[in-house]
């Protein structure tokens, strides 16, 4: 099995001052997680999730 090829064979081709830095990874993670948090406190959809994922629905029943 070929080994996973790391981030410095992965960005090798690309100039030194565009690589990924870790402290651009990490802006990147720390605002997507403000734009989720953002997201989720602008549509609230707190009683949708309660609804589909802690209440038991009914087994439909087919009549045949």
Known sequence: MPA????AR????LPP??????T???AVAGWTLA???T??????PFDWI???LFEKQPPE???N
């Open 10 to 13: 992965l960005f090798k081709s």
């Open 17 to 22: 001052h565009r690589r990924p830095q870790g």
């Open 4 to 7: 996973v090829p790391s981030t």
């Open 50 to 52: 309660k609804k589909t």
């Open 39 to 44: 997201a989720i406190w602008l549509v609230q």
């Open 61 to 63: 029943e087919s009549n």
């Open 35 to 37: 734009g989720l948090a």
């Open 24 to 26: 651009g990874i990490a």
